[in-house]
């Protein structure tokens, strides 16, 4: 049973495979059918245990970093809102106990449904719509992305959404999903500008999406928080679109989509000449720079999943999940 596997046969084995290699890669650009990595290929996103793995990965890392609030613990597994929003949570929280979370209880996930679009070009992604040990009954939907084969999966995207609101979603006869393009024009809003006309809307209102929690209510709550005893409370919504904030969405069976888009917002709280603005609370003072005096300016980053219908009719915003990341006293 011996083999050579000295130095110079290893050596002979690497050439060869190299020189294969490269024969293939002239065979293909010879007859004009270059893929490279998949950029123009249509693929499926992942495997559906590489979605697993992904999903337990980020489990782990979430509940060391919860654990120790230390958010470099698990800052290679989320992007974009998500990260944004819970280093903030991190932050503070170490801030206010260095030791670490006395009050930690490690996040469970069960009942993992996954969904992975078959698509060409990057990022790559899919949604993991989960049950949990937290937050009720709600469910946990991540949309975990990837840029490139080789970058790991990160979680961009968190909300929690009602038992029974997730849709059914469309699906080819191997099981996957399809990712609708952010500049779809078959949908009452295109994908890429749900961020803008969600920021649009909660400025000056419309009839863009159904009334509802997230968009009707909060708007009433915004008006009754603008003017109280000695305190003027002003919003400014701004679209968030770039990068690893960018909307993706997935078609869904009647031919809508489910998009999944990030928002920020600035609050201003002004006292009145001659008091000034009550605490906001040891958790929004750990992440404030300056004095707060006569106000306080307050940014977060907020992340919404909305029904898109076919055609026309109204976008329902199902979701939204958003965390103060910075604010500024004076």
């Known amino acids: ?129 989960t049950a949990a040990n937290k937050g009720g009954r709600a469910r946990w939907v991540f949309v975990f992305t990837r840029s490139g084969l080789d970058d790991a999966w990160e979680a961009a995207y968190l909300t929690l959404m009602a038992p029974g609101d997730m849709p059914k979603f469309k699906t080819d006869k191997d099981g996957w999903a399809e990712a609708v393009p952010a500049n779809s024009t078959e949908l009452a809003v295109p994908p890429g500008d749900l961020s803008k006309d969600y920021a649009g809307y909660l400025k ?24 109280r005893p000695g305190l003027v409370s002003q919003f400014i919504d701004k679209p968030l679109t770039d990068g690893d904030y960018a909307p993706l969405a997935l078609r869904t069976a009647d031919g809508g989509a489910l998009v999944f888009f990030t928002t920020r917002y600035y609050e201003k709280r002004t006292a009145y000449a001659g008091t000034s603005v009550p605490s906001p609370g040891k958790a929004v003072e750990a992440l404030t720079e300056g004095e707060i005096k006569q106000s306080l300016t307050m940014e977060f980053v907020s992340n919404e999943v909305a029904l898109d219908p076919k055609g026309s009719g109204k976008v329902d915003v199902l979701g939204r999940i958003q965390g103060l990341t910075s604010a500024k006293g004076e």
């Open 204 to 227: 000056d209102g419309g009839d863009t999406f159904t009334p509802g929690p997230h968009t009707s209510t909060w708007r009433a709550d915004r008006d009754k928080d603008a003017k």
């Open 1 to 129: 049973m011996s083999r050579d596997r000295g130095p110079r046969r290893l050596r002979r084995l690497d050439r060869r495979a190299l020189i294969a290699a490269g024969a293939t890669a002239l065979s293909l650009t010879a007859s004009g059918c270059v893929v490279v990595h998949g950029e123009r290929e249509i693929l499926p996103s992942a495997t559906k245990a590489e979605a697993e793995e992904a999903l337990k990965e980020f489990t782990s890392a979430y509940n060391k970093a919860d654990k120790a609030y230390d958010n470099s613990l698990y800052a290679d597994h989320v992007t974009g809102a998500l990260s944004d929003i819970d280093g903030a949570r991190l932050k503070a929280g170490k801030a206010l106990s260095p030791k670490g979370n006395a009050a930690h209880t490690p996040l469970e996930l069960s009942d993992a449904r996954i969904t992975i679009p078959k698509k060409a070009g990057w990022p790559r992604w899919f949604v993991a719509d």
